[in-house]
């Protein structure tokens, strides 16, 4: 089964300053045949159900505000929040979707300093 | 617009049965592949089970097989979760998932329902 370990496990920022969560697999989620890496991010606000923010390691969902990006492959993933806003507190989990279990990261809970 | 609404969660005892059930509208329910996905309480997200669009194929995380079903409806356009010989750690919110990017298996979740929850206690 594939292993998603994400760091750190809390973060505090200012508002206005990046924010970075990384995510590692314990395999390559990259399929060589198309070139894409089966990689997503998800952000959960208290009481919601979580929500599509990123797929395919990079892309970013319709509505999605362009200051949330994804960056990596293979292995190593990044989720970015270039301006942090109050509205982006929430707890973001990485999961990879190449095969079952559909494993999910542990969750990075993202405050506001 | 797109809805997912889950029913059937409630207090059970343990080795108690419940049977979820996930209403979808706003797409094509039966063209694509469905899941379910738990959460304990202030815990993270955890797959519990998926089912291809004609419902033959189904696959089930470790800690609910022989448990847990799945099945589908696709004339209802209902997803179903039903669980037997239920455990306490089997508390959690259920949330149904779809994948609607495309009918393969391997897509993101793109809409969730907003979950029931299932506690199971003495």
């Known amino acids: 089964d594939f292993v998603m370990t994400q760091s750190p496990d809390s973060l505090a920022v200012s508002l206005g300053e990046r924010a970075t969560i990384n995510c590692k697999s314990s395999?390559?989620?990259?399929?060589?045949?198309?070139?894409?890496?089966?990689l997503a991010w998800y952000q959960q606000k208290p009481g919601q159900p979580p929500k599509l923010l990123i797929y395919?390691?990079?892309t970013r969902e319709s509505g999605v505000p362009d200051r949330f990006s994804g960056s990596g492959s293979g292995t190593d993933f990044t989720l970015s929040i270039s301006s942090l806003q109050a509205e982006d507190v929430a707890v973001y989990y990485c999961?990879?979707?190449?095969?079952?279990?559909?494993?999910f990261g542990q969750g990075t809970k993202l405050e506001i300093k | 617009e797109v809805q997912l609404v889950e029913s059937g969660g409630g207090l059970v005892q343990p080795g108690g049965s419940l049977r979820l059930s996930c209403v979808v509208s706003?797409?094509?329910?039966?063209?694509?592949?469905m899941h379910w996905v738990r959460q304990a309480p202030g815990k993270g997200l955890v797959w519990v089970s998926r089912?291809?669009?004609?419902?033959?194929?189904?696959?089930?995380a470790d800690s609910v097989k022989g448990r847990f079903t799945i099945s589908r409806d696709n004339a209802k356009n209902t997803l179903y979760l039903q669980m037997n010989s239920l455990r306490a750690e089997d508390t959690a919110v259920y949330y149904c998932?779809?994948?609607?990017f495309g009918s393969g298996k391997y897509y993101p979740f793109d809409c969730w329902g907003q979950g029931t929850l299932v506690a199971v206690s003495p």
């Open positions: 999961q990879q979707y190449w095969g079952s279990p559909y494993t």
């Open positions: 395999q390559s989620v990259l399929y060589s045949s198309n070139n894409k890496d089966y």
């Open positions: 395919w390691a990079s």
């Open positions: 706003g797409f094509t329910f039966s063209s694509y592949w």
């Open positions: 089912i291809d669009p004609d419902g033959s194929d189904t696959t089930y």
């Open positions: 998932a779809s994948q609607s």
